[in-house]
T-cell receptor, first 109, second 113 residues
């Protein structure tokens, strides 16, 4: 059983749409990361959160520790948001980062 | 600051060859890690280091060696390349502990024939 599941795996949206990407995990965690990987391959950290909600520009990340679930929201999506979004967390027995397989987002103009 | 740098960006090896992937960071980060990324799978930890002189194995360490003689550098050595090691490799660093923001290098795309 995978310790982390992301949904959807692929998402196509029209410019301006509100987007939600979900991350569910099966172990107790202490912190969760949301990362962005652009088509060129570079990986950038968007958020790290251990409770509640964080906002940066058009991006909002939420986490519910009790439900073992986190979401990444993009408001007023734009083609430049097209990327792979990856959640990763620390937890379980190893205290090492465990990565989801990512959600491929394509925002069409 | 250059952040995290990796060289080379691309490499083709023949089975059995050895090589070293270089990783350096100029942020004085204690923690450095190597990951591989394969299609359909999440990033997987190969080796990591919590400071100069200290390294430990991750999830998929077989076939790879690391050393950490300085805070800045964390090279990854492939001892005898195998086609199963064809992958994209990322180096990452963070300050103090793994709970802080991770900074990733641009990646090295390795093909083993």
């Amino acid at each position: 059983k995978n310790e982390v599941e992301q949904s959807p795996q692929n998402l196509t949206a029209q410019e301006g749409e509100f987007i939600t990407i979900n991350c569910s995990y099966s172990v107790g965690i202490s912190a969760l990361h949301w990362l962005q990987q652009h088509p060129g391959g570079g990986i950038v950290s968007l958020f790290m959160l251990s409770s509640g909600k964080k906002k940066h520009g058009r991006l909002i990340a939420t986490i519910n520790i009790q439900e073992k679930h986190s979401s990444l929201h993009i408001t007023a999506s734009h083609p430049r948001d097209s990327a792979v979004y990856i959640c990763a967390f620390y937890g379980g027995a190893t205290n090492k980062l465990i990565f989801g397989t990512g959600t491929l987002l394509a925002v069409q103009p | 600051n250059a952040g995290v740098t990796q060289t080379p960006k691309f490499q083709v090896l023949k089975t059995g060859q050895s090589m070293t992937l270089q990783c350096a960071q100029d942020m004085n980060h204690e923690y450095m890690s190597w990951y591989r990324q394969d299609p359909g799978m999440g990033l997987r930890l190969i080796h990591y280091s919590v400071g100069a002189g200290i390294t430990d194995q991750g999830e998929v360490p077989n076939g790879y060696n690391v050393s950490r003689s300085t805070t800045e550098d964390f090279p990854l050595r492939l001892l005898s390349a195998a086609p199963s090691q064809t992958s994209v490799y990322f180096c990452a660093s963070s300050s103090r502990d793994l709970y802080n923001e991770q900074f990733f290098g641009p990646g090295t795309r390795l093909t083993v024939l």
